[in-house]
């Protein structure tokens, strides 16, 4: 009898420290996928202020070739503090979403969300021999986290400007209200992309831009894109899917809930 509660209260014993080691390591575990968090982070702000600077590198570059052009130095400098308030906000945002952070929700223009996307691009697209055509309605809302979701078409608009360099194409950009959510697209007409790399177009630091396969003047893949994008709608409750056909181009459609609510900006 002794021998039988002797072993009891060694295996209880035991539970207590098995249970104390357990939670040793979930807390290690909360801690190092903090870390991980905070990697992520820094990758998605390097990728994504680099799409900021590359354009403006490249209009402050024209204005040094022409200091008498007052008028585009005034367009240099107001592209720059337009984009490093951008790139101040992506920091913040970014930041706050490896942290699980709560941020402001607004319900905004969809039209505005494509012209700020342009806008902060900088670029003359039909420079690379590519026609840009939008369609959304003036008064068709959505509920986001704007600077996220500016970010995600960015990213989208940047890799289908890349499939059609260097022989150029048709980038379409389009929202439709669709039974209670809003499909926002982004099309092109380039290379499109092949059934194996389709499967894995979502998984983080997969990239289809090799570096020695790239058409002059496309931006270099680290992989971390379109892993972004995803995480990103997911957390607005949505999904990002792709259709695309080798030779014919590629269509990215984001689906996001709608809240129609009377006032926007």
């Not at 570059?61 to 503090?81: F, G, I, M, S």
């Not at 319900?107 to 902060?120: A, H, P, Y």
Request: aromatic residues 4%; positive net charge; contains cysteine.
């Amino acid at each position: 009898m002794t021998s039988i509660i002797e072993r009891r209260l060694s295996l209880h014993q035991c539970l207590a420290r098995k249970e104390e080691e357990n939670r040793a390591l979930k807390s290690q575990n909360l801690q190092l996928q903090a870390l991980a968090n905070l990697g992520s982070a820094t990758c998605m702000v390097a990728h994504e202020i680099n799409n900021l600077l590359t354009p403006l590198a490249s209009y402050a570059a024209l204005a040094v070739q022409n200091p008498a052009d007052q008028k585009l130095a005034e367009k240099v400098l107001d592209k720059t503090v337009r984009n490093c308030q951008r790139a101040s906000k992506i920091m913040q945002s970014m930041l706050a979403l490896a942290n699980g952070q709560k941020q402001d929700w607004e319900t905004v223009s969809v039209k505005t969300l494509f012209e700020e996307v342009f806008l902060c691009l900088c670029r003359d697209f039909r420079k690379d021999g590519i026609t840009v055509e939008t369609q959304a309605a003036d008064d068709l809302p959505v509920r986001c986290v704007p600077v996220q979701m500016q970010q995600v078409l960015m990213n989208l608009v940047l890799n289908a400007r890349d499939a059609m360099l260097p022989g150029g194409g048709i980038l379409r950009v389009s929202a439709v209200a669709n039974a209670g959510h809003i499909d926002l697209s982004v099309s092109d007409t380039g290379a499109g992309i092949t059934p194996e790399n389709l499967k894995n177009i979502f998984r983080p630091f997969f990239t289809t831009k090799a570096a020695g396969a790239r058409p002059s003047g496309a931006s270099s893949g680290s992989g971390v894109g379109l892993a972004f994008c995803r995480r990103i709608v997911d957390a607005h409750g949505g999904e990002i899917t792709v259709q695309s056909q080798v030779g014919q181009g590629s269509t990215f459609t984001i689906r996001l809930p709608q809240t129609a609510v009377p006032e926007y900006r």
